[in-house]
């Protein structure tokens, strides 16, 4: 039998890096599971959500999408898709932290006049590159093009821009380039340090793996690429933890449900007990052979 004083001075830096990587995986997969057993059934039944509920499940619905594809992308050979994964968790906690701590109504009328103001903008930039090289493509945008010469819905659209994000320093509107109107590091910033250290840290290297470029590949070697895999479920887990009980908070599932919070680390765990099991698996093998 391993005792325990074996165990805890037990290196699970032996293990192979394949069986580190597999213990993130089944961490994330065991996060899934949860999350769709028991707290998306609870949000299907929910109705007649306010605006502030609406910007807070729709962003966790599509967190639960993001880690449902980190499941369905069970291989190391993704892990391009699992560091664009984690990547965008990341910018989708970001958002959702904002939305459930804005005490006031500032932040859910910026969420939700965003798309508007955001699809004007991508419209007319089609148009106006169209309308400068007429023989480029033989398309009709009729449809954009309606959509932006409408002076009422430009008008509108000035006008909800300068209500929720002000004006330059010309007096024009201030068009944003995200419903907050701030970057990721000012969004990780306003938010605490735990967020910023987070941004610093892992933004970078996981956007080394999804722009283009040779950054992310060059002189990396295979088990690089293998840690990046697991590396992005662990950056993954984290923020997706984290979005779940604050989706369990202000959506009141906590109340309904006893016990989310320590669920949750459980959960954390995971991954920690995975390795555990294995390197148990090592001794029991070491000490036969004694």
Known sequence: MVTFDELEKADVSELPLRK???????????IFKFAESIIIPVLK?????????????????????????MVAMNNPVYFQGAAAAARALFELLLDLKILATDKTSKSIQRFHAFPEVEKFRVA????????????????????QRSFINSHER??????SIRKHWGTTKGGEPNHPKHWTGKNIPARARDLGPE??????EAYPLLSWYIHSGSTGYVGVTQEALQSCFGWSHIIAQKAFL???LICAQ???ISLAIEGIPDMLEDLRLTPGKV????????LKEAKKKC
């Open 195 to 200: 967020y910023e250290e987070l941004y610093f």
């Open 242 to 244: 984290e979005a779940t």
């Open 20 to 30: 580190r990587v597999e213990a993130f995986y089944k961490g994330t997969d065991a």
């Open 250 to 252: 202000e959506m009141k």
């Open 45 to 69: 039944g929910q109705l007649n959500l306010n605006d502030r509920e609406i910007a807070i499940v729709g962003t966790y619905y599509r967190m639960y999408a993001w880690i449902s594809s």
């Open 275 to 282: 390795l555990t099991e294995e390197q148990i698996k090592i």
């Open 124 to 143: 007319q930039k089609l148009v106006r590159f169209y309308d400068n090289h007429p023989n480029t493509v033989d398309r009709n945008f009729s449809n």
């Open 154 to 159: 430009k008008r509108n659209i000035e006008t």
